[in-house]
Nanobody, 118 residues
Framework: QVQLVESGGGLVQAGGSLRLSCAAS????????MGWYRQAPGKQRELVAL???????DYADSVKGRFTISRDNAKNTVYLQMNSLKPEDTAVYYC????????????WGQGTQVTVSS
């Protein structure tokens, strides 16, 4: 029901910044939490950050203090501001949304590549 399109990935030097965006479309009225996951080559997918419908955030320990997740509910868009990037942040970043509360549906974007050079 929900389609997610990520943008903003790219190549950046260590210490640099990127801002990812994810625009949700389709059946967006019931969006609850939104977030970002990432998967590096040969690694398991990991949660990067989540933001609730009222703006409560959670971050992976590895990105705390460097990444900031935010959302614009009017635009059905979630953002990930990534500062002080490290080579270990290199991964495909996937947008995530959850629809509903007690009964939920999850949707995923196609991913956007973030590469941090040393």
């Amino acid at each position: 029901q929900v389609q997610l399109v990520e943008s903003g990935g790219g190549l950046v030097q260590a210490g640099g910044s990127l801002r990812l965006s994810c625009a949700a479309s389709g059946s967006t009225s019931g969006i609850n939490r939104m977030g970002w996951y990432r998967q590096a080559p040969g690694k398991q997918r990991e949660l990067v950050a989540l933001i609730s419908s009222v703006g409560i955030t959670d971050y992976a320990d590895s990105v705390k203090g460097r990444f900031t997740i935010s959302r614009d509910n009017a635009k059905n868009t979630v953002y990930l501001q990534m500062n002080s990037l490290k080579p270990e942040d290199t991964a495909v970043y996937y947008c995530y949304v959850r629809i509903g509360h007690m009964i939920t549906l999850d949707s995923w974007g196609q991913g956007t590549q973030v590469t941090v050079s040393s």
